[in-house]
């Protein structure tokens, strides 16, 4: 069985889960990256900062990988 066939039923199962459970509000956000460029947004700003920083922290890592590779 592939990676990919096993992260996508993982996902598929864990979203099933979560509907059957319940519980409170759902959050989500995301992660544009267009370059060196991030753009995040999120359902509320705490989620937006937190793909921020985490788009943010991705480009500053693969600048350093080209500077220490390239």
């Known amino acids: 069985m592939g990676l990919g066939l096993l992260l996508l039923l993982a996902g598929t199962f864990l979203i099933l889960m979560g509907m059957l459970k319940g519980g409170g509000p759902a959050e989500g956000g ?5 370059g060196p460029f991030p753009i995040a947004f999120g359902t509320t700003e705490k989620i937006a900062k937190t793909m921020l920083a985490l788009g943010v922290a991705i ?3 693969f600048i ?5 590779l390239g």
């Open 64 to 68: 350093v990988l080209h500077l220490l």
């Open 59 to 61: 480009v500053t890592f």
């Open 30 to 34: 995301g992660l544009i990256l267009i």
